[in-house]
């Protein structure tokens, strides 16, 4: 199975270890991963305004040079798979943002949100399936009980990213006992962290941080695991490191227990 791959900028610095595991994984489970050529930073986030169209070119950039290629895109960080979704569903669904985007793009062919965007996980479920996963696990996780941390940015808007329930997904927790380990039922696994507000009001994202720290410790975890570089941060970074849990990316657990992790 080959996948056009967009990394985002943030797996190229801070998240590095996202990023690393996740081919690792891949390579392990017979899926190739082909990074698109001179992709360009996707904003982080999606502009709600309807005649904002700068600030979403280079996602529907990406997303043409996935059609080009013939194949579906796979993404990786919550953000980035976010804006993805979101500029590929304008270009399917907003007459007037496809048209104005296509002229200002002038590309060979107009791009009408053809492109498949499916994240990582999606890739897991639905492509390589859990099932085959659990049979290629050689040190599975027993006995770990991890929290599975959502955040915002995977599942809202519901309708557009269709990933899984947005109210009671499942998708992290069926993978987790896919690798052997035991999912712990929680509270605050869909909520927000504080997210983009940390640049703002540090004492607000901290508040958000220890409510979802304090709940998953509260109901036996022993780490949490997430898709988001923010989330990542925030929760590490912003909560106090008396109780702190160790907070890793569903990848690294993935590359443990797929044995390919260093």
């Not at 050529?37 to 502009?47: K, R, V």
């Not at 080009?68 to 980035?80: H, M, P």
């Not at 990582?120 to 659990?134: C, Q, S, T």
């Not at 909520?191 to 940390?198: I, N």
Request: aromatic share 8%; charged share 25%; proline share 3%.
């Amino acid at each position: 199975m080959i996948f056009s791959y967009y990394p985002g900028c943030t797996l190229k610095n801070k998240a590095q270890d996202l990023d690393r595991y996740a081919r690792l994984s891949a390579e392990k489970l017979g899926v190739a991963l082909e990074e698109l050529e001179e992709w360009q930073c996707c904003g982080g986030a999606f502009s709600m305004g309807r005649d904002e169209i700068a600030s979403k070119l280079a996602s529907v950039r990406a997303l043409n040079a996935a059609k080009e290629q013939g194949r579906d895109l796979v993404t990786l960080c919550s953000a980035c798979h976010n804006v993805l979704k979101q500029a590929n569903d304008a270009m399917a669904n907003d007459a007037d943002f496809s048209l104005r985007a296509n002229n200002y793009m002038q590309l060979a062919a107009p791009y009408r949100g053809e492109t498949q965007v499916i994240h990582y996980l999606e890739l897991l479920r639905d492509r390589v399936g859990f099932e085959a996963l659990k049979k290629a696990v050689v040190k599975p996780l027993t006995g770990r009980k991890i929290a599975a941390y959502y955040g915002c940015l995977l599942l809202r808007p519901s309708k557009v990213m269709g990933m899984d329930n947005p109210e009671n997904p499942r998708i992290m927790e069926d993978f987790l006992r896919a690798i052997g380990a035991q999912p712990v039922t929680w509270a605050m696994r869909n909520e927000c962290c504080g997210g983009y507000a940390v640049m703002e009001d540090r004492g607000l994202a901290a508040q958000k941080s220890e409510r979802v720290m304090d709940n998953a410790r509260d109901m036996g975890a022993e780490a949490i695991v997430t898709a988001c570089p923010l989330c990542l941060y925030n929760l590490k970074k912003n909560t106090l490191k008396e109780g702190r849990l160790p907070v890793l990316y569903f990848t690294e657990l993935l590359a443990e227990a797929l044995g390919v992790k260093d």
